[in-house]
Every structure is written in structure tokens, then in C-alpha cells.
């Protein structure tokens, strides 16, 4: 399963952008899909995710701003966000597997896999 993420951009403080991150194969059976994000000179570090069941997880800095949604059938993972801050400023990934299972301290999957995006460059400026 190969992932591809698109959407990012430059936007100016206060406004959105929505991430899409489509599945070359079928992710309807990944526990947990989501999104990451690394900005220069720090790590990468979970922005949302969300399991087969719908149960979703935040990072405390974006939560009420972004919303994380999964179409099984169409197999994308879409990140909306909003109200977009400069610390927003980062390179966005998206995953499916083990990773994010691990940052939600959910069940991964019972055969490992663990697939990542290339990342998305979002950059919030006026």
C-alpha cells in the first residue's frame, strides 16, 4: 500500500487547508490512520488520528481547530484544519498502522504494516 498526501500550501494566519491522504490499496482494515506533522529542528510527532471505529485522538494544540475523518471506501484520510496558526508550520504525514496505533495507544494491526505518506509542506505566513 503506497499513501499519497496532498493539499498543503502557504495560507495566511486564521485560515484552512485540507489535507488528503488516498491509499493506493485498501485501508479499511488499518485500526488506526492518521495524521503527522515535523517542523525544522524538532520531531515528528502525532496532529490527529483516528481508528476503524471512528474513535479519534488530538494533539492538545490543534484540538477544536482540526478534524480528522476516514472514508474506508474510498480509502483517504483527510485532515481539516482551520484557524491555522504559524506554529502550524510544518510537514505534514500521514500513516497507517503501527505507528499511529502506538501514538493512540490503540491495538495495531495483527500483521505488521506501517505505511507512510510522502510528506505535504504547510506553511502559515501573512
Known amino acids: 500500500v503506497q499513501l499519497q498526501a496532498s493539499g498543503g500550501g502557504l495560507v495566511q494566519p486564521g485560515g484552512s487547508l485540507r489535507l488528503s491522504c488516498t491509499a493506493s490499496?485498501?485501508?479499511?482494515?488499518?485500526?488506526?490512520v492518521g495524521w503527522f506533522r515535523q517542523a525544522p529542528g524538532k520531531q515528528r510527532g502525532l496532529v490527529a488520528g483516528?481508528?476503524?471505529?471512528?474513535?479519534?485522538l488530538y494533539d492538545i494544540s490543534v484540538k477544536g481547530r482540526f478534524t480528522i475523518s476516514r472514508d474506508n471506501a474510498k480509502n483517504t484520510i483527510d485532515l481539516q484544519m482551520n484557524s491555522l496558526q504559524p506554529e502550524d508550520s510544518a510537514v505534514y504525514y500521514c500513516?497507517?498502522?503501527?505507528?499511529?496505533?502506538?501514538?493512540?495507544?490503540?491495538?495495531?494491526?495483527?500483521?505488521?504494516?506501517?505505511?507512510w505518506g510522502k510528506g505535504t509542506l504547510v506553511t502559515v505566513s501573512s
Open positions: 500513516n497507517a498502522g503501527e505507528t499511529t496505533a502506538q501514538a493512540m495507544g490503540v491495538p495495531g494491526p495483527a500483521l505488521f504494516m506501517d505505511y
Open positions: 483516528i481508528t476503524v471505529a471512528g474513535s479519534s
Open positions: 490499496g485498501s485501508i479499511f482494515d488499518v485500526n488506526a
